[in-house]
């Protein structure tokens, strides 16, 4: 099996997970890492028994591919060094602070022909694996993304260190362009928007209603699927699915079938459990399979530079609430 030369730039809370994984894919050969904190350095490097290398260059002088977990404000900088020096790219999310910064990565790569990819790690979830035979066409979604309250995630907006993962999901699953984008933010303990809503509105006359916090007592990870054919309940915390399929449109040899109520008609169910593949290995594995074989990344640069636009129109509409309101006091 024809292994790539791995990296990791950053390894901090999240880093350390891709040195791990990248320690133990097979089409892996991790050559060593990259941070700034002589502790984090001393002690990966002797854990996985790789270099811990003095800089981003010499990153580039040793990987063949790599994946850059900075901050989002660094993405740009960090990407730009890997690229010019032909090193292939997994960038966490949001790819970069601005959708410029993002279209320039992504010429960049076509420039010198490396493959980019974007950590939307929720492709990759089980449960949106569980729609993979179905026809998807929604109507309607509706998602709930809340999170206890962490000091140390108030220096992103909420929106873009939350919300993103199911803007992105959305647009993937609806496949057509926003052509309206209401939002709505209130700031409760940070000085920036804690909760925010969204409502997206698309070319195909689709809808989404988002929302995302970081101060609720019951985490929750929901998505809900609204089309005509079916309705899809995806537990993205529990990693499972719950399908609900008419009938006529349905593998009736899969699954419970039950009339729908006074209706005529019969509704199919199936729930697909979690299964047990880690999320994070299965984005490496197939940014690493991407380029063995030489085929696009599951998460192209374009795809997450509209996740990160709509997240920042999101964003600015939803702080222009909160000055409205505090205007209003």
């Known amino acids: 099996m024809k292994k790539v030369k791995t990296a990791v730039i950053g390894v901090g809370a999240l880093g350390r997970h891709h040195l791990k994984w990248y320690s133990q894919i097979p089409q892996s050969k991790l050559v060593g890492f990259y941070d700034r904190d002589k502790e984090k350095c001393e002690k990966y490097s002797s854990e996985y028994g790789v270099t811990a290398f003095k800089s981003i260059g010499e990153v580039a002088e040793h990987a063949e591919a790599v994946s850059i977990v900075v901050p989002t404000t660094m993405h740009c900088v960090v990407a730009f060094q890997m690229i010019e020096r032909g090193v292939h790219c997994l960038i966490e999310k949001p790819i970069a602070a601005s959708v410029l910064q993002a279209d320039q990565i992504g010429e960049l790569a076509k420039k010198h022909k490396v493959k980019v990819t974007v950590g939307h790690i929720e492709r990759f979830n089980p449960a949106v694996k569980a729609l993979e035979d179905i026809d998807i066409h929604p109507s309607f979604i509706e998602a709930h993304r809340l ?29 057509s362009k926003v052509k309206d984008i209401q939002a709505s933010a209130v700031a409760v303990i940070s000085e ?39 309705y899809y309940v995806l537990d993205l915390a529990q990693k499972q699915a719950d399908l609900y399929r008419l009938a006529e449109s349905a593998n009736v040899t899969e ?75």
């Open 147 to 175: 999170a206890a309250f962490d000091p140390r995630g108030t220096d992103v907006p909420v929106v873009l260190d939350l919300m993103v993962h199911d803007i992105d999901l959305a647009l993937h699953l609806i496949k």
């Open 255 to 329: 699954g419970a079938r039950f009339p729908l109520g006074k209706s005529g008609k019969d509704v199919v169910y199936v729930k697909r459990a979690d299964n047990g593949k880690d999320m994070l290995e299965s984005e490496l594995k197939a940014f690493l399979e991407s380029i063995i074989n030489d085929t696009p990344p599951a998460v192209s640069v374009e795809e997450a530079a509209e996740a990160l636009w709509v997240a920042l129109q999101i964003e600015r509409i939803g702080t222009e609430s909160i000055l409205q309101m505090l205007k209003a006091t």
């Open 192 to 230: 920036q928007a804690d909760i925010a809503n969204a409502r997206l509105t698309f070319e195909n006359g689709a809808v989404a209603n988002l929302t995302a916090s970081r101060i609720s007592l019951q985490p929750m990870r929901k998505l809900r699927i609204f089309q005509r054919s079916g």
